[in-house]
């Protein structure tokens, strides 16, 4: 009599969370080139006293010289060509690289630190404290986000940081609604009153309790905002009150570059590449943020 031997397969360990998050973020290939395009620029900024082939602000008697791609017999020592003062197109992209991405770090890290902030007192609290804050951040609403940053810079006075001061309290509007959003959603679960009966006070409940299980949704906020704050930045910086010359930022050297548009386009078509395909990266990113943290999205 022959007996049938089973052979068991092992079972699959279960996946870690980062494991389990990239598996899911990997799925978008716009997410995945978007960070990798990230990361690229950030190691070029970081790096731009190395990689940068001159100085950025370095004047040479070719102004308005023409990408040797297109033009014969033209000096590769300027790849990307020269501005209307001489100044290499290619070393201010570099460093414009890094400015840019710090002053989105600092929009980002104020507007959602005071957002976060007052989004969990408004939803914990509610009552005439939420009525309060709301009611402000309607009239925020109320009025175009690049027309209140410029009025507040033409009151502060035109400057990098006033600027970015004013990008980053133009944009908690959209942090302090999500968040009470949030909080207002998760204020009634189980979890959140058995804390409460544990003898939790309220600023355990809002930052250890509450606020976790609400970062999802800030952290596509976040990475979407660092995208508008470069845009407002170079929208200040060609109006000529964000960056100031001969500081090389990309909309600042748009506006310079403004008047050279007929004879000179490498000029205004580079500064310009530069916030399309930064911009385009971060959205792309955050779309795949989005749909890894969401778990309706996730496929």
């Known amino acids: ?42 190691a070029v900024s970081l790096l731009a006293n190395v990689v940068a082939p001159h100085d950025p602000i370095a004047q040479a008697r070719d102004a308005l010289l023409m990408p040797p791609a ?52 408004s939803g914990y609290f509610g009552g005439w404290i939420d009525i309060f804050i709301m009611r402000v951040i ?76 609400c970062l999802a949704p800030l952290i596509v906020q976040t990475t979407l905002g660092f995208s508008n704050a470069i845009l407002d930045m170079a929208a200040l910086g060609f109006l000529g009150i964000g960056a100031q010359p001969p500081t090389p930022e990309w909309g600042a ?5 403004l008047q050279f548009v007929q004879r000179a386009w490498w000029v205004v078509t580079f500064p310009g590449l530069a916030i399309l395909l930064t911009v385009l990266a971060f959205n792309l990113m955050g779309d795949g943020l989005r749909d890894a943290l969401d778990p309706k999205l996730k496929q």
């Open 253 to 257: 050297m748009l506006a310079e570059a």
């Open 70 to 121: 297109w033009m014969e017999g033209g000096s590769w020592s300027y790849i990307l060509g020269t501005d209307d003062v001489g100044r290499d197109i290619l070393s201010r992209l570099i460093y414009g690289a890094r400015l840019s991405l710090f002053i989105g770090l600092l929009v980002v890290s104020l507007s959602f630190v005071f957002g976060v902030l007052l989004g969990l007192i």
């Open 138 to 213: 309607d009239i925020m609403l109320a009025l175009p986000s690049l027309l209140l940053a410029i009025a507040i810079v033409a009151i502060l006075g035109p400057s990098l940081l006033n600027a970015s001061f004013a990008i980053a309290l133009v944009s908690l509007p959209s942090y302090v609604r999500l968040t009470r959003a949030s909080v207002l959603n998760e204020l009634n679960r189980d979890y959140v009153t058995a804390s409460r009966v544990a003898g939790a006070g309220p600023i355990r409940l809002m930052l250890i309790t509450i606020l976790p299980n």
């Open 1 to 42: 009599m022959s007996e049938t031997v089973q052979i068991q397969t092992p079972v699959p360990a279960p996946k870690g969370p980062i494991a389990e998050f990239w598996s899911h973020f990997s799925h978008s290939k716009g997410a995945v080139v978007g960070l990798s395009y990230i990361l690229f620029i950030f």
